[in-house]
């Protein structure tokens, strides 16, 4: 079998340096849902810069960051979640309140149920 990530020979769906890298990455998730929130307003041009195009005025927000903010982050990672439970026997998701609760309290299931699901992270 190969590593989905590197495609180098392993025993499971990803290599070890794969699913260490990923867990390392999961833990800056919250973070990073926060630091959008200053991202959310679209920036301001100068005053003299001329901007073409259409004469309706522009979305008060970008829209990019606004999709990830309203589940566009903690839907995948859940649903990713859900599966492990399913496959592991564990209980359902509980209700996690606002977004970024979800989100860090995901991380922290994923980040502590690594040894027993690395075949089907990729999957």
């Not at 929130?37 to 259409?54: A, F, I, T």
């Not at 005025?57 to 990830?68: A, F, G, N, S, T």
């Not at 026997?89 to 922290?108: A, M, P, S």
Request: net charge positive; glycine share 4%; aromatic share 6%.
């Amino acid at each position: 079998m190969k590593c989905a990530l590197c495609r180098r020979h392993t025993e499971t769906s990803l290599c070890t340096n794969c699913w260490n890298y990923a867990i390392e990455k999961l833990q800056v998730f919250p973070k990073k849902y926060e630091e959008l929130e200053d991202e959310l307003l679209p920036s301001r041009g100068r005053p003299s810069e001329r901007v073409g195009g259409s004469k309706e005025p522009p979305l008060p927000v970008r829209l990019e960051v606004l999709y990830l903010r309203s589940n566009g982050i903690s839907k995948p990672l859940m649903n990713h979640e859900a599966k492990i439970r399913i496959e592991q026997r564990h209980t359902r998701i509980t209700f996690r309140g606002q977004e970024l609760n979800r989100i860090t309290v995901t991380c922290q299931y994923l980040r502590h149920k690594r040894n027993g699901f690395m075949i089907t992270m990729a999957m």
